[in-house]
């Protein structure tokens, strides 16, 4: 019985280092109930949970709507360079056929 207790006595000890040590290592963060991270079925979200959420949310997509429209005005740029190639290339191949038919 006495060995036992001692085991047992061991283990409450290496227990308590545990302990101590995450909790040093947990100091500087913020403490959640664990009842708030356990989501349930009935209740509605909070508004300050969607608040958040929208906020983080918001600038990503302000990038990439900017992002978006840059792309679509380089489209069109070179869409733009393309035509004018392609004609260009139109014109000597003309000229080239005039020339060649002469």
């Not at 545990?18 to 009935?42: Q, V, W």
Request: hydrophobic residues 35%.
């Amino acid at each position: 019985m006495k060995q036992q207790l001692d085991c047992i006595r061991l283990l409450f000890r290496r227990l308590r280092i545990f302990h101590d040590r995450i909790n040093d290592s947990c100091a500087g963060l913020e403490f959640t109930p664990m009842e708030r991270l356990i989501p349930y079925k009935d209740e509605p979200e909070t508004k300050q949970d969607e608040s958040k959420t929208v906020e983080l949310l918001r600038q990503p997509m302000e990038e990439y709507s900017e992002l978006k429209e840059q792309v679509q005005q380089r489209n069109r740029y070179l869409k733009e360079v393309i035509d004018q190639l392609r004609n260009i290339v139109w014109d000597v191949n003309t000229m080239l056929a005039m020339r060649c038919s002469s």
